[in-house]
């Protein structure tokens, strides 16, 4: 299975972490002003996955405490569902824990 390195605007805002917006439009814009890499994959996912690597460190700090037991997240409506009262589903949940996951590995090592 392909590793993820890249999450979409709605996918990091639902994550509401350290310092960010936490609407997809308020993160698109933020990663615009700041040149966040990304790559583009014209999908129902927004068209743009952001690389979790251009997250400020503040974000990136948060993600690893995260991973790390020390902070978790808190299920919200923001967080659990698509912003329009819809849950995001099986498959999105799991393709967004990949991505974290895949990031922890590869910024903090295996824990």
């Known amino acids: 299975?392909?590793?993820q390195t890249h999450l979409t605007a709605q996918q990091i805002a639902d994550l509401k972490l350290e310092g960010m917006p936490t609407s997809a439009r308020?993160?698109?814009s933020w990663a615009e002003d700041r040149g966040w890499e990304f790559i583009a994959k014209p999908d129902n996912q927004g068209g743009r996955h952001f690389?979790?690597?251009s997250l400020p460190a503040s974000a990136q700090a948060d993600l690893k405490a995260?991973?790390?037991g020390q902070r978790k997240a808190a299920p919200s409506a923001s967080?659990?569902?698509d912003g329009k009262g819809r849950s995001l589903g099986d498959r999105a949940c799991r393709a967004?824990?990949?991505a974290l996951q895949?990031?922890?590995d590869e910024m903090w090592g295996d824990a």
């Open 1 to 3: 299975m392909k590793r």
């Open 26 to 28: 308020r993160v698109r």
């Open 51 to 53: 690389a979790i690597s």
């Open 66 to 68: 995260r991973w790390a």
């Open 79 to 81: 967080n659990t569902h």
């Open 96 to 98: 967004l824990a990949a």
């Open 102 to 104: 895949t990031f922890a």
